[in-house]
């Protein structure tokens, strides 16, 4: 029998503070948001491993170091709206739930969404709007975002995201451009220019839709 309550706290103590996460409030959320309610039942004794791991439908759970310092980096306040693309089965929305005022958690997987639902559901997350559509288009119907969170990587941040940040916001992601080390990037728009700063080499896996195109050949 796992003791999940155990392994939050290692997760905490032994990936999540060394990794450069010093925001208080989020250090307390993912003490208490059971990850192992995230995954599917029999993936629930990994749920705590220092690694990706799979929910279904070629999806994964982010690594928990990775995604405790995309957060720590986005600086969400009591007061900010946010916005999180590839919500997969809620794990981050639950996160962001207990720092933000507003969370709209995106997915176009209807699986993934309806075990969202439920998870988020169980454990009372009042501040999440599940919304159902392309993750590459977002969802102005909220915006705009203080937080634009991705849930997973991408080739390259879509401008239909960027025009949904609220002045001075911040988007979060993993940028995988193809050369085989992904980069968490902080990305800015301050009047029309775009700005990234990369803060750390991560890697996982692609979200559907934000792949590189192609190059035309002739």
Do not use: C, H
Not at 133 to 140: F, K, S
Not at 143 to 161: F, K, M, Q, R, S
Not at 172 to 188: N, P, Y
Request: aromatic share 4%; net charge negative.
């Amino acid at each position: 029998m796992v003791d999940y309550a155990a392994a939050r706290l290692n997760m905490v103590e032994g990936q999540i503070k060394p990794n450069k996460v010093i925001d208080q409030a989020l250090i307390d959320a993912m003490m208490a948001v059971p990850r192992e309610r995230f995954v599917p039942a029999d993936r629930r004794g990994v749920a705590y491993v220092d690694e990706d791991v799979a929910v279904g439908g070629g999806r994964v759970l982010m690594e928990p170091r990775v995604l405790g310092r995309l957060l720590n980096d986005a600086r969400i306040t009591p007061g900010s709206r946010v916005l999180i693309v590839g919500a997969g089965t809620g794990y981050s929305a639950a996160l962001v739930s207990r720092l933000a005022a507003k969370v709209v958690a995106l997915e176009e997987d209807k699986a993934l969404q309806a075990a969202a639902r439920g998870a988020l559901s169980e454990l009372g997350a009042q501040r999440v709007t599940l919304a159902e559509g392309r993750l590459t288009e977002g969802w102005a119907a909220e915006g705009p975002y203080d937080v634009i969170l991705v849930d997973g990587a991408v080739a390259e941040v879509p401008a239909a995201l960027l025009a949904q940040l609220a002045p001075g916001g911040r988007l979060l992601t993993v940028v995988d451009d193809g050369d085989g080390v992904g980069r968490a990037m902080l990305v800015s728009a301050v009047d029309g220019v775009v700005s990234q700063r990369p803060l750390f080499d991560a890697a996982t896996a692609m979200l559907p839709g934000f792949e590189r195109k192609p190059a035309f050949q002739f």
